[in-house]
């Protein structure tokens, strides 16, 4: 397949856009080829059975608002005619995670309760990114309510795919965005980060994956799963393209009360400095991982697979040749805590956040005879929700039940400030450890295939693993590619810094990035663009 | 058999006269509006948004709060989620504090009749919102979002108060409160004002408490005076009839004036209370604080004491004088601007401006006639150049014309008639006009010189000074005939 202008950078797109040297409408248009030579048919929750097309096809899109798209592709060539600036993002194809409200379009979590829903209002980021200049061509495809890692889980089939292997999933619950983003259907994507829901994605599709920190980026407008821990922020190609997004969509808003007050840095400056003299620590306990054995249940020790722990071990390696210092040895003692405390403090935030769709004001609504209220809410919930949001319903309904809340979710909080001391002691400028940032693997294993892990429910959230104690802790993240395996799928890494140190964490990225831009695998595409 | 008392607390639900509701920025108050006109997506929950609180909200709390004697306004506060569902729910669960309020060990000492004080007190005070309406019509089941995301303050009396009438002054006197402090229209028909009573009986002497039972929906004074009386008595039946009280939740019915039972009380629900994560830890620093309690007036009972002490007014007048601050702050002006004696002030207060009030629907701090224009007014007449009739016509002319009392006396010719020699050629005319009523005089009747002042007074236009003109009448009808 062609390249075309969608393959582009953001930076690029935008600098050229604003110079009057690319129409952006031509850039909409190229992204909407791709989206029709590589998507499939969207996800739709009357799919029916699958055909054979649909296994070599991503099926990233629910939604595509192609004519939407064009209005803001015109305005945008408009305004620069007319010798305007229309921001930083003039011009670039964007795919939002279907868990964002976008007005006048369904917004659906991926979910056949809110399938009839069409938002009336913008969600803050998204809103900012299109003040930017930014082209919206559609809402991607996630795991229900984000309730997942693989994408398996959306009531809107067939799910995404894995572009670099569509037998394989694109991770999740941000795996439309990260599809999309690396077959070239869009140039960013926002997505949405509560346990790994951004990085994890990232990391399988070979594309960059940044969880700010909490309150960094709004969550107004973002459909709550865990409200504690939901962070949105940028999928992108490269980490000087997420670093504009975020710039953009970074930055107290007064319908946030948990957005922070902190001054937004001003990124590109960061990116232009070296990494000489960062201390940045590898920590045993991100490569070998206690996990439960699925059959038995039984707490195993079980090491990261080989080829990524090898890609990590080459990253230090190409970081200290610039002038870091490794740090090896630094115990991260709580992080195998992540995922059972995840579980709970979750649940309970995500059964009380899907209390409000109970068939009254809007989305779905049982049809046929309904006696009382209840009967309502029994049809209403127990026919348009999907498994996942069942069993976190249940499970957050009982280990908030008073008399386990205790037990489960104030003792879940107790490890949760547990996780986040691990961070403040080897991050604290005064201790033993000093470090500016950990440099980790994303994910244990890179992308497995369709229906490997879907219904092990336990197993599933193992692959956030590495990713969850940076959610519990607030504290950024970012994902890069460093690699293929031996099949061709992609492996990513994971640089993880205290709050607010977005600017450090990009800069070490971009790194690594350009430390690697002569490797041969930069030049392998993936599969669906032959 | 024995007697019984009985044993109240009050759960009660305050609707903050903000501008806007507690999380979001559509107007607080809906009356009078359509259903769900006053609504946005954040108070009717719509997927995705998100609460940002009120601080106007707060601070009128934090006034309550001191009002009420607090023993600590919470320099750290948190607001919960109660989950539960119900269709005027629109997010499923209730923002409300739970178990950090803002404030914590208050108390009211209730005045009674008696002259003793009834202490109540109040276990804690907290922020909430409000839900919507649920309307039952012709089978169908109808929501008006409009009152979601209202400000309320829920305060909960401790087991203090013995009787039906003394929950009515309680809530009385915190209506009282809660208009005097600007924070709250009151209004009980309006539901500003909310009250749930939880009664039950014991012997005099006892410390235990019996099961109680929760009476819901009563929208007046009256009403929960009525139903809290009613309770009692059955309560007394089913332990006379050797019948065990049950923890019921009633509610009144207005029209029959009967209790009926709403649902039995042996489970609790379980709400589920978890921190709200989408709001920050409510935080009440001393300056904040100390900038709002510089708005705490002085209360209503306060004032009422300082009035009887400092002016020595009867406990009566100074009860009336405070009812309503705008009402005390008015008499306070007008005492100043008179120099005289107070109850004098008072005295044309209560008859008059009350009276004026009244007619006009307004309250005191809505008048053009202005305190300095009363205590004017009352210095006019003191002087005797106005006489008492023609001061209380000038109320309502100063308040028709926003004009001072002077002014109009002097344009208006409102002067009294003093001069004698005027006044007795009015009386000359009375006379001429009236033979026979002078003959009957004459004869005897000396009841008669009230009607000859009321002639000579309606012939003045109502100026004469009535002293005077009696003294002239007496004077030429005592004359020899000729």
Known sequence: MNRGLCDLSAVEIAERVRQGDLRAVDVLDSALDRIRQV????????????????????????????????????????QVAAGADPGPLAGVPLAVKDIFCVRGTRSTAGSRILEPFVSPYTATPVERLEAAGAVTVGKVN???????????????????????????????????????????????????????????????????????????VSRYGLIAFASSLDCPGPVARSVADAARMLQVCAGVDPRDATSARVPVPDYSQELARDVRGLRIGLSPDYFRLKYPDPASGVLAEQAIHPEVEAAVMRAAELLARQGAEIVEGVPMPNTHFGIPAYFVVSRVEAASNLH????????????????????????????????????????????????????????????????????????????????????????????????AVYGDSVLMQYADLLTVAADHAGIPGISVPAGLDARRRPIGIQLLGPDFSEGMVLRVAQAFEQATADDPWRLVRPKVLG | MPDYEAVIGLETHIQLNTQ???????????????????????????????????????????????AMQAESIQPLSFFARKNYFYPDLPKGYQISQYDEPLARGGRFDLPLPSGECRRVTIHKLHLEEDAGKTVHAGGRRLIDFNRCGVPL???????????????????????????????????????????????????PGETVLNPKTEIKNVNSIDALREAIAAEISRQIREVEAGRPIRPWTLEWDETTGTLRKMRSKETEADYRYFREPDLLPLRVDEAWK??????????????????????????????????ERSLSDYFESAVAAYGGEPKAVSNWMMNDVLRLLRERGLSAGDLKLRPADLAQIIQLVDKRQINAPTGKALLDMVEETGQRPADLVASEGLGQVADTGALRALAEAVLAESPDQVAA??????????????????????????????QVLEALLHEPAG
């Not at chain 1, 999740?172 to 999309?180: F, I, M």
């Not at chain 2, 209506?175 to 500003?192: K, P, T, V």
């Open chain 2, 290 to 323: 100390a900038r709002v309690l510089a708005q705490l007036p002085e209360l209503p009972l306060a004032r009422r004491q300082r009035f009887v002490e400092q002016y020595g007014l009867p406990a009566y007048d100074a009860e009336i004088l405070t009812e």
């Open chain 1, 39 to 78: 998507d499939g048919r969207p996800g739709t929750t009357t799919a029916g059975q699958a055909l054979a097309d649909d296994e070599i096809t991503v099926h990233a899109f629910i939604t595509l608002t192609p004519d939407r798209a064009r209005q803001q592709a015109e305005a945008i060539d408009r």
């Open chain 1, 142 to 216: 996630l795991d229900e309510f984000t309730f997942g890692s693989s994408n398996e889980s959306t009531a809107f089939q067939p799910a995404p795919r894995n572009p670099w292997d569509p037998a394989c999933v694109p991770g999740g619950s941000s795996g439309g965005s990260a599809a999309a983003v690396a077959a070239g259907e869009a140039v960013l994507s926002l997505g949405t980060d509560t346990a790994g829901s951004i990085r994890q994605p990232a990391a399988f599709c070979g594309v960059v994956g940044l969880k700010p920190t909490y309150g960094r």
């Open chain 2, 441 to 470: 005089f004459r004869a005897g009747k000396a009841t008669l010189i009230g009607w000859f002042v009321g002639q000579l007074m309606r012939k003045s236009g109502g100026k004469a000074d009535p002293n005077l003109a009696r």
């Open chain 1, 356 to 451: 409000r769709y109970d068939g009254v004001k809007y989305g779905r609504r049982a049809r046929g005879d309904l006696p009382d209220v209840q009967t309502l809410y029994r049809r209403t919930r127990g026919g348009a929700f999907g498994l996942q949001p069942k069993l976190r319903i249940l499970m957050g309904m009982y280990v908030s039940a008073e008399q386990y809340e205790k037990d489960y979710y104030q003792r879940a909080l107790q490890v949760r400030t547990m996780i986040r001391r691990d961070f403040e002691q080897v991050f604290d400028p005064a201790g033993d450890y000093r470090l500016n940032c950990l440099l980790t693997a994303t994910t244990p294993t890179t992308a497995f295939e369709m229906n």
């Open chain 2, 20 to 66: 806007s509701k507690i999380f979001c920025a559509c107007k607080a108050d809906s009356w009078g509006a359509e259903p769900n006109t006053n609504i946005c997506p954040v108070c009717t929950g719509l997927p995705g948004v998100l609460p940002t609180l009120n601080r106007q909200a707060v601070e009128k709390a934090i006034l309550l709060a001191s």
């Open chain 2, 153 to 203: 303050v829920e305060m909960v009396t401790g087991p203090d108060l013995r009787s039906a009438e003394e929950a009515a002054f309680y809530l009385i006197r915190l209506r009282q409160l809660l208009r005097w402090l600007g924070i709250s229209e009151a209004d009980m028909e309006r539901g500003h004002l909310r009250c749930d009573g939880n009664v039950s009986i014991r012997v």
